[in-house]
């Protein structure tokens, strides 16, 4: 079997109980699960092409990259009139937001390229673009990915304490107007990133209730050098060409600009009213279906079939096939959607497809609405 098609791959570790937590645990891999691993490597195997190290990856690298490096001499070296600034920071924050999407996300789950320092150097442009790419590892690859939308254990649905998107957090007075207050939140995801999560996570061991192991050596190396060149490129160098004030104006609106394309695209896979959000039981931790089944229970794809959209987003509009195959590069989503979609239905399984962009943003909203309301308080 093709280990990158191996949906069990996915880097699953196992932690101890936490105070009264109890690690979720999985039903054994089922026919469900074999017949997604035959169909997919199949298609591999049939078609002579490999999971990984695709061509069409390395130009959409090269592109963005030349793309992001254009837009920063450009506002680094150019007078430009206040109007083309603004728009120029939007532009080169959503090329950053697409290098994330692309190239890094690729990376960090082994995605890229059969080799191990090819991966690690993609998944490395993290800490270049204002995160760790060692915490992501743990708090994405790991926690994320093994355990959606189960709350105490997926830190990605825990908002604090100005959101709820999962039944199982505690309602406040605040969230019943969350669904129109979230929106510029979501703005200040990056600026927490940069400036306090990161730090926060390393220095005290932990995601949220999760043991996290420290970075030593050349994680801890790369985690420090990371985070000074992110703020020499973003305030440093630019402060020696420009005024202060108005450097620091750029690097916010660029943050923003890019901690709200991040939430609403990563949101719009889970943090909607077509995903489940499974409780595990409180004692034994079991949950009531296997690890593939519940990657697809808890994961709504959208913008299938718009190139486009999957191009800017790395694949990430097809999120279920991303969760069942994290190692199999985004490249080749479009053409395993439809395979992984007729295994599910052979099988009874829901896939959930919003449809349009726009169709998963009403989705979230309405989910954002539903879980404010008072009448689902905990």
């Known amino acids: 079997m093709n280990s990158a098609s191996n949906p069990a791959q996915n880097e699953p570790v196992e932690t101890p109980v936490i105070g009264h937590q109890v690690s979720p645990r999985f039903e054994r891999s089922d026919e469900f699960e074999a017949d997604l691993r035959r169909v997919v490597d199949g298609y591999f195997q049939e078609a002579g092409i490999s999971t990984r190290d695709r061509l069409s990856m390395f130009l959409k690298t090269a592109v963005l990259l030349s793309l992001a490096g254009m837009a920063y001499s450009t506002l680094l070296f150019v007078a430009l009139p206040f109007w083309a600034v603004v728009a120029l920071v939007v532009f080169l924050a959503m090329v950053v937001a697409g290098i994330g999407f692309n190239v890094q996300h690729d990376g960090g789950h082994h995605a890229y390229s059969r080799h191990h320092w090819i991966n690690r150097l993609a998944a490395a442009s993290l800490d270049l673009i204002g995160a760790s790419s060692y915490v992501w590892r743990w708090k994405h690859d790991v926690l994320h990915h093994m355990y959606v939308n189960i ?51 390393v220095l005290v061991g932990r995601l949220g209730a999760r043991r996290m192991p420290r970075p030593k050596g050349w994680d801890l190396a790369l985690f420090l050098l990371g985070r000074l060149a992110f703020f020499g490129w973003t305030i440093g160098i630019p402060s020696l060409f420009h005024p202060l004030g108005s450097v620091i104006a750029c690097y916010v609106l660029g943050s923003v600009v ?111 609405r539903h879980m404010g309301s008072p009448a689902q308080a905990s």
């Open 151 to 201: 709350a105490g254990h997926d830190t990605d649905i825990d908002l604090g304490p100005f959101g709820r998107v999962s039944p199982d957090h505690p309602r406040r007075m605040l969230h019943r107007f969350q669904h129109l207050y979230i929106w510029p939140l979501y703005g200040i995801l990056a600026l927490k990133w940069q400036w306090f999560d990161d730090f926060r996570d």
């Open 258 to 368: 890019l901690g709200i394309v991040l939430s609403v695209v990563f949101q719009l896979a889970h943090a909607v009213g077509e995903a489940q959000f499974p409780t595990p039981d409180p004692v034994t931790g079991k949950l009531d279906a296997g690890w593939a089944r519940h990657q697809v229970r808890t994961t709504v794809d959208f913008s299938r079939g718009n190139a486009f959209v999957t191009w800017c987003l790395g694949g990430l509009n097809y999120q279920i096939e991303h969760h069942l195959f994290p190692r199999i590069s985004h490249v080749h989503y479009p053409a395993l959607a439809p395979l992984v979609e007729a295994v599910c239905l052979r099988h009874g399984v829901a896939y959930h497809d919003h449809g349009g962009f726009w169709k998963g943003i009403a989705s979230h909203y309405r989910w954002l």
